[in-house]
């Protein structure tokens, strides 16, 4: 219905598409939520929504996944990485040769002229989303302080940020919007406003991390932490001793009930009074993760299984979990999620990039497609956002048979909510000295991660004011929603 609402719209104005929307992020809507009551507030958050983050860490090589398609300019870049080009026509199936990539057509194509863009073929599950209208490519995104091109880039103290194309800093600087040490990420401050507001009955459950890389900050908020998942059984992460392999440790049989509860009893330091600050702390988080894990054990019971099948592997099983917490919604108390996961394997393709990037993505790509089938068949799709995103791109500029760090990246927002079919932001030539080459082929973003972030948030049920709040840097941007969100 959402959909079939925007092209109505589409049509009736004739409108095309609307790459960058301008939005007055601080205006009377906002002041006057500022004022509502909690009960108030939550009754006009409306239907069920969540945002689901897909992180590549290590830093996909976007040059790698969006290709220019056009002859020119697909002759050029192939000229910058000839060698790399070379590595993958010795390859039985020569994956990055022209007449194997999948031609984008996008409703704003007269934007770039004579310029045209592909998918690799590795993406054909999410091609095949872009071009049903449920997939949409946001170009040239990454860590701003403010709009700048190659020219603002002078001097010792440049106006960029902190430690850019450094792995860790720029991890944070992606989830937090500051380098590492930063403890608290724009998804859990965007948890915190709307738990604040009552929209969730529970808000254990608001954010959970189905990943292996343990709490990422992305999730961290003042009130708000994320509550772990096994990635792999969809389960809250199994303590040890616990496990009836573990309890040998003890002395005890694999049956024992008796040894289970005592270990049971002992981690939650049942009965504990003492006066450390602490102690009190730690015996409150171990608490807290019995009884969050039995609560999310029992919210399972009496709902009725998904049926979409999932890639047996990593990330598969990652966004299966997801999938089926959402199916679970109801009994969890929620009305509002945020998700993280990553696949483990690593996108840092300084070498061997022809055998590891294509794999990495026709992995992520399968398992997205049956994501948003899930989705479908819970009749969620135009209420559940996925998005991708990485600490940086990577070098236009190859290095024998890999590629270098970078800072700007092309990356995917994917729901029946997306105004899809469109490149939103802008994708630059692909060759060396244009506007937004910072060297070697590192892309100067033009999309700020506020601004992609602030899109989503305002479509999640936030207020201008509360955006701002959250990511007062914001405020440094004119352009404050994309207009990619219905």
């Known amino acids: 219905m959402k959909k079939n609402r925007r ?63 056009d002859q020119a300019s697909y002759d050029g870049f192939a000229d910058i990485r000839s060698e790399l080009f070379n590595i993958y026509a010795s390859k039985a199936v020569n994956t990055r040769a022209r007449n194997n990539l999948l031609p ?129 059984t969809g389960q809250p992460t199994s303590i040890a001793g616990l496990e009836n392999e573990d309890r040998w440790l003890y002395g005890s049989g694999n049956t024992s009930v008796l040894i289970e509860d005592l270990i049971r009893q002992r981690y939650k330091n049942a009965g504990f009074t003492g006066a450390n600050l602490f102690e009190r702390d730690m015996k409150n988080i171990t608490q807290d993760a019995f009884d969050g894990s039995a609560e999310f054990i029992a919210a399972q019971n009496g709902v009725t299984p998904l049926t979409t099948t999932f890639p047996s592997d990593n990330i598969g099983n990652q966004l299966k979990s997801i999938a089926n917490s959402i199916n679970i919604r109801g009994n969890l108390g929620t009305n509002r999620q945020i998700f993280f996961a990553s696949p483990n394997a690593g996108f840092d393709t300084h070498d061997s990039q022809a055998d590891r990037l294509p794999a990495n993505q026709s992995s992520y790509a399968q398992a997205v497609a049956a994501f948003y089938q899930a989705t479908v068949e819970m009749g969620l799709e135009n209420d559940v956002l996925l998005f991708t995103a990485s600490e940086f791109g990577r070098s236009l500029v190859v290095n024998g048979d890999g590629t270098d760090h970078g800072w700007g990246a092309h990356h995917f927002v994917i729901g029946g909510g997306v105004s899809g079919n469109t490149i939103y932001g802008d994708i630059p030539p692909y060759k060396i000295g244009h506007d937004y080459d910072y060297e070697r082929g590192h892309l100067i973003p033009k999309v700020s991660v506020e601004q992609y972030a602030a899109t989503m948030g305002k479509w999640f049920g936030l207020t201008d004011t509360e955006i701002m709040e959250a990511m007062p840097t914001l405020a440094n941007f004119p352009i404050r929603d994309l207009g990619f969100m219905v």
């Open 104 to 232: 984008l057509n996008p409703t704003n194509s007269v934007d770039f002229g004579s310029r045209q863009f592909a998918l690799v073929p590795e993406l054909a599950p999410i091609k095949s989303l872009f071009d049903a209208g449920n997939a949409a490519i946001i170009g040239n995104v990454g860590p701003l302080l403010r709009p700048i091109t190659a020219a603002d880039i002078t001097g010792e103290n440049p106006p960029i940020p902190a430690r850019v194309m450094s792995h860790n800093d720029q991890q944070s600087t992606w989830m937090s919007l500051a380098p590492e040490g930063n403890i608290h990420g724009w998804g859990g401050l965007f948890a915190d406003k709307l738990v604040a507001a009552g929209v969730n009955s529970n808000p254990r459950f608001t954010t959970i991390n189905t990943s292996s890389f343990g709490n990422v900050v992305f999730q961290a908020g003042n009130s708000i932490q994320p509550f772990a998942l096994n990635g792999v």
């Open 7 to 69: 092209n109505f719209l589409k049509q009736a104005m004739g409108i095309t598409a609307l790459p960058l929307v301008s939005s007055g992020i601080v205006g009377n809507s906002g002041i006057l939520n500022a004022f509502m009551s909690s009960a108030a507030r939550a009754g006009t958050l409306g239907n069920y929504k969540a945002i689901v983050c897909l992180f590549f860490f290590g830093g996909q090589d976007s040059h790698d996944t969006i290709l220019p398609y």
